[in-house]
T-cell receptor, first 113, second 114 residues
Framework: EAQVTQNPRYLITVTGKKLTVTCSQN?????MSWYRQDPGLGLRQIYY???????DKGDVPEGYKVSRKEKRNFPLILESPSPNQTSLYFC????????????FGPGTRLTVL | QKEVEQNSGPLSVPEGAIASLNCTYS??????FFWYRQYSGKSPELIMS????GDKEDGRFTAQLNKASQYVSLLIRDSQPSDSATYLC??????????????FGQGTTLQVKP
C-alpha cells in the first residue's frame, strides 16, 4: 500500500529536550516536505527536499532541522524544542512537479511543556 | 493580503443540498489548484485537482476555476453527513525552485445536517 508514515503520532516533551519525528514514504517520491498546522494559521511549510541531500527552508524553518540521506526518509529534528513549537505536524511527499498530488502522512501531535 | 483565502465558516447545509466552497488566490501566475478534505485530527486527503479554466467533475464533486478572477470553487452535490469536514484550498506557487510547494488557505468547515 502506497503511504507516508510518521512516528511518533503523539509526543509530549519538555522545553530543550531534543527530539526527532520520522517520516518515510514508499512511493519513490523525490519531493518531501514538512508542514505544521496551527489554528487560524493553516498549514505552513517548514522545510522541503527535492531529492537526496537536497533540502531547503520553507516559510517557517526557525528551530527545525532536516536531513535527507535516503530517498524514502525525511526526519524532522527539533534540537531544543520550545512551547511555540507545540503543533500538529504533517510530512508530505510527491514527485515534485507542480501538478503532482501531494500525499500526507497521518500527522504528529507535539506538545512542548 | 493572504495568498490563498477561504471563508472559515462554518458553512451549514442540510443533507441532500449543494454545498459551495470558495477560494481566492493572489498569485496570478498560479497554475495548479487542489481541494483537500480534512477530518478533525486527521491528515489532508486530496479530493480534486484542476489546472484549466472551467469545470471538472468527479462524482458528486465539481471544481470550478476562473483564472481571470483568481477564483476556484468546489461544489458538493447531494451533501451527506459524512462530508462534514474542513475543506482546504491549495495552490501551487509558480516562478520558484520549490516546484512541489503548496500554499494552503485556512480551510472552510462544512457541516451537513441530517
Amino acid at each position: 500500500e502506497a503511504q507516508v508514515t510518521q512516528n511518533p503520532r503523539y509526543l509530549i516533551t519538555v522545553t530543550g529536550k531534543k527530539l526527532t519525528v520520522t517520516c518515510s514514504q514508499n512511493m519513490n517520491h523525490e519531493y518531501m516536505s514538512w508542514y505544521r498546522q496551527d489554528p487560524g494559521l493553516g498549514l505552513r511549510q517548514i522545510y522541503y527536499s527535492m531529492n537526496v541531500e537536497v533540502t531547503d527552508k520553507g516559510d517557517v524553518p526557525e528551530g527545525y532541522k532536516v536531513s535527507r540521506k535516503e530517498k524514502r526518509n525525511f526526519p524532522l529534528i527539533l534540537e531544543s524544542p520550545s512551547p511555540n513549537q507545540t503543533s500538529l505536524y504533517f510530512c508530505a511527499s510527491s514527485f515534485g512537479r507542480s501538478r503532482d498530488t501531494q500525499y500526507f502522512g497521518p500527522g504528529t501531535r507535539l506538545t512542548v511543556l | 493580503q493572504k495568498e490563498v483565502e477561504q471563508n472559515s465558516g462554518p458553512l451549514s447545509v442540510p443533507e441532500g443540498a449543494i454545498a459551495s466552497l470558495n477560494c481566492t488566490y493572489s498569485d496570478r501566475g498560479s497554475q495548479s489548484f487542489f481541494w483537500y478534505r480534512q477530518y478533525s485530527g486527521k491528515s489532508p486527503e486530496l479530493i480534486m485537482s484542476i489546472y484549466s479554466n472551467g469545470d471538472k467533475e468527479d462524482g458528486r464533486f465539481t471544481a470550478q476555476l476562473n483564472k481571470a478572477s483568481q477564483y476556484v470553487s468546489l461544489l458538493i452535490r447531494d451533501s451527506q453527513p459524512s462530508d462534514s469536514a474542513t475543506y482546504l484550498c491549495a495552490v501551487n506557487r509558480v516562478g520558484s525552485s520549490n516546484t512541489g510547494k503548496l500554499i494552503f488557505g485556512q480551510g472552510t468547515t462544512l457541516q451537513v445536517k441530517p
